[in-house]
């Protein structure tokens, strides 16, 4: 069998899909440098994702500054898989979290 076969990647999938799986889904970003990204996300108690998402640029070059954290925050949408999107906010220079 396979890597792509394998009950993880077959969990994998169903996230990216939108498909809440042990209380984890994927969300999709929408604007800022990750833009179409997904983040594989834990749930709370109440079914809802973290309040906010912070997203750093890697040692790849970016038209943007790689050590800023970007920040999103989640959006309740009817038109994604998982319910939520996680909308670009703005970037965040503080170095915490």
């Not at 906010?52 to 989640?74: F, S, V």
């Amino acid at each position: 069998m396979g890597a792509e076969d394998s009950e993880h990647m077959k969990v994998v999938h169903r996230w990216l899909a939108g498909e809440v799986v042990n209380n984890t889904v994927g969300i999709k970003l929408t604007g800022g440098p990750f833009n179409g990204r997904t983040k594989i996300v834990q749930l709370d108690r109440d079914g809802l994702p973290p309040a906010r998402l912070r997203a750093r640029g890697g040692q790849g070059k970016g038209p943007w500054n790689p050590a800023a954290r970007h920040t999103y925050t989640p959006v309740r949408t009817p038109d994604a898989p998982a319910g939520w999107t996680y909308e670009y906010t703005g970037t965040d220079a503080s170095t915490d979290g």
